[in-house]
């Protein structure tokens, strides 16, 4: 009687125990995470009795957690996507309302600028109309502040909760290593070490699992601990030591943080690794929309000041002088220079520096470029970064002008402070980055605003012949007939040979200057170069027309008393409707209008991203749920089950005991 005691009592201890699992499992059905524990029943191996083999009960082999490591590996997957795309979408929601904003837009501010522009042509007399010319281009290069800075707010708050994430990453990374630790203890400590401590091996996975919604990790196990990675063997967490992830400085750009491990006391940067997660999803905002848009941006500014600069230059003000800039120089010292960053990891022998010089605005991208020197410190490569495309190299960086993509690479160390290039040294080109920073108008006179044309021609009296003559283009004010101020140096004098041949003449001396240029009579001719290595090269043109007898003579002179005169002020509003951007493709506001509905694409996809990485998610989660979960009717049933198994074991308990009462009576 003495076995069947003891088998009643095994039974008596496996259910209870099984009890105390179902209990346990309905105890934490609500908690987020939990695996569904069974207790695992065998039998007792039996004994040989009188020729037979009887049983010796049950015991609980072990307390196994229902889990499938796939749907587990998958649901940190699915995690890290989902919360890529959710912090992605998110940003991009912010920068889409940004530019949605009409009262920060750059659109209507053109329109106002080009319209005052042409109630100028239409009154050019009229300071009250000049001086809104001037506060409209006030407000332009205003508004394209704001909408820089705003976009500066943004970055500025990226790089905050960059931070913000990387302590979280480190937190939770220290909180596995601890798990770590302390399941390998519980194992130790347990029969053989064969029983695992369920409770923390949820504990780990849940830490696992919010880790993916900040940072893409790869789980890799290592016995009884889990070393997470990331990217291409990046170690996160080995078993109880934890590398911190840290928000470090770009090597270019300061105001850029990059996600960095501190791994054996140096520092890796890792962003190129983070694709998944928060993490993932602010860096993909930023590298595909944010600092795209900043580029877009500055290049709508540098072209629009930059044309409207160079068309003012080209007329006459009020007072009659030739006109100056009404926007800052796209190419002034501190913009050029800024356009070009040292790594921070150039040599401390470095001192060469570089400076780009905005050439041709149509010809701008909105790439930034990457300038190496190679391993002999002397030769160079430039890279366009946006399709990874090399657009210049050299063998030798002495005294060199590079021009590519609309703009100048400057390497002539004799301009720049005393200063050397170092093998290895790398520099971040950024030729339209702070075009919208550093913009601002500069023309404070509603005088200065050079509305007229520079040129003026008329036939003289007693010309024979029908011709007519009309300035034409102007194009170079800087050539030296308009050296000196009011005057062209000297006035022209067109005198005709024959009906088809004229020459040029300074109208003060009669001197020729340039003999024997033909004309086709009847039709419009176009006189002078536009190249400048030609004698006839003067930085204008004038139209004649009609048939000039021999002896008839044209005078071109300076046009400084023409305050009525429109014609520059035509020139400058057309600019508007003129084809001055992406290599003669793309207007102004077509421009502006790409990156606004570009921002709007990009933020309608990453919405569509986040719906259905949702989706994928919460199957998955049913799917563990459904798995691991804790189903309460089942563990009610469970629970039933146990208790009648309980019981009867303990029935068993009792009949053994009243067998063994009667036999020890017997035997009395």
């Avoid at 100028?120 to 006030?138: E, F, K, M, W």
Wanted: aromatic content about 6%; cysteine-free; glycine content about 10%.
């Amino acid at each position: 009687m003495a076995d069947l005691l003891r088998i009643a009592t095994t039974g008596l201890l496996a259910y209870q125990g099984s009890l105390n699992t179902t209990g346990h499992n309905i105890a934490n059905a609500g908690v987020e995470g939990y695996s569904r524990q069974r207790a695992e029943l065998v039998s007792l191996p039996g004994q040989n009795l009188s020729g037979a083999v009887f049983g010796n009960g049950v015991d609980i082999a072990t307390v196994s957690r229902i889990v499938d490591q796939f749907v587990t590996s998958q649901l940190r997957t699915d995690t890290s996507v989902y919360y890529r795309a959710e912090a992605l979408n998110g940003w991009n929601e912010q920068i889409d309302a940004l530019f949605a904003d009409s009262s920060i837009g750059i659109s209507d501010r053109i329109d106002a600028f080009f319209g005052a522009l042409q109630d100028g042509a239409s009154d050019p007399q009229s300071i009250a109309v000049r001086t809104v010319v001037l506060d409209s281009a006030t407000t332009l290069t205003q508004r394209f502040q704001t909408l820089y800075g705003r976009l500066e707010d943004m970055n500025d708050g990226l790089n905050t909760q960059l931070t913000a994430l990387a302590k979280e990453i480190t937190a939770l990374a220290d909180g596995v290593a601890e798990l770590n630790r302390q399941i390998a203890l519980r194992i130790d400590s347990t029969r053989n070490g064969e029983h695992e401590p369920n409770d923390l091996l949820d504990q780990r996975d849940r830490l696992i699992e919010r880790l993916a919604g900040l940072v893409d990790v790869q789980a890799v196990a290592d016995g009884s601990a889990i070393n997470l990675y990331l990217g291409k063997g990046h170690a996160l967490v080995t078993g109880t030591q934890v590398s911190a992830a840290v928000a470090v400085p770009d090597r270019f750009d300061p105001g850029k943080l990059q996600l960095a491990l501190e791994i054996n006391g140096a520092t890796s940067v890792v962003s190129y690794a983070a694709t998944g997660g928060e993490v993932g999803g602010l860096l993909a905002f930023r590298d595909e929309l944010l600092y795209p848009a900043f580029n877009a941006l500055g290049r709508v500014a540098l072209a629009l000041t930059d044309d409207i600069n160079a068309q003012n230059q080209l007329g006459v003000d009020r007072d009659g002088d030739l006109g100056g800039l009404v926007f800052s120089d796209v190419n002034e010292q501190i913009a050029a220079v800024l356009r070009a960053r040292p790594a921070s990891d150039n040599d401390p022998a470095s001192t060469g520096g570089v400076r780009v010089f905005i050439e041709d605005t149509a010809k701008l991208t909105t790439s930034d470029y990457r300038l190496d020197i190679g391993s002999d410190g002397s030769s160079w490569r430039l890279v366009r970064l946006q399709d990874a495309t090399l657009v210049a190299s050299g063998a030798s960086l002495g005294d060199t002008l590079v021009t590519v993509d609309g703009f100048t690479l400057d390497l002539n160390l004799s301009e720049l402070p005393p200063g050397n290039f170092v093998a290895g040294d790398s520099f971040l080109i950024e030729p339209t980055r702070r075009g919208a920073q550093f913009v601002r108008t500069v023309m404070s006179r509603a005088e200065d605003l050079a509305l007229a044309a520079p040129v003026r021609a008329a036939a003289l009296t007693g010309n024979l012949g029908t011709g007519s003559v009309a300035p034409g283009d102007t194009f170079d004010t800087g050539t030296a007939i308009f050296a000196t101020p009011g005057q062209l140096s000297p006035p022209l004098l067109i005198r005709f040979s024959s009906a088809t041949t004229f020459d040029v003449l300074d109208a003060n001396t009669s001197a020729v200057l340039v003999a024997g240029l033909g004309f086709i009579p009847g039709t419009a001719n176009t006189l002078f170069s536009r190249d400048s290595v030609d004698p006839d090269y003067f930085g204008f043109q004038v139209v004649l027309a009609g048939e000039p007898a021999a002896g008839d003579a044209f005078r071109i002179d300076y046009n400084g008393s023409g305050t009525s005169d429109n014609r520059n002020a035509l020139l400058m509003a057309a600019l508007q409707s003129a084809d001055k951007m992406g290599n003669g493709s793309a207007t102004y506001q077509d421009a502006y209008r790409d990156l606004v509905a570009a921002t709007g694409s990009l933020t309608q996809r990453s919405r569509i991203d986040m719906q259905s990485s949702l989706a994928v998610l919460d199957q998955t989660r049913e799917r563990r749920e459904s798995l691991s979960g804790v189903n309460l009717d089942e563990e009610a049933a469970n629970l039933i089950r146990f208790e009648q198994a309980y019981n009867a074991s303990a029935q068993v308990i009792s009949v053994a005991r009243s067998v063994l009462d009667a036999l020890f009576d017997a035997l009395g």
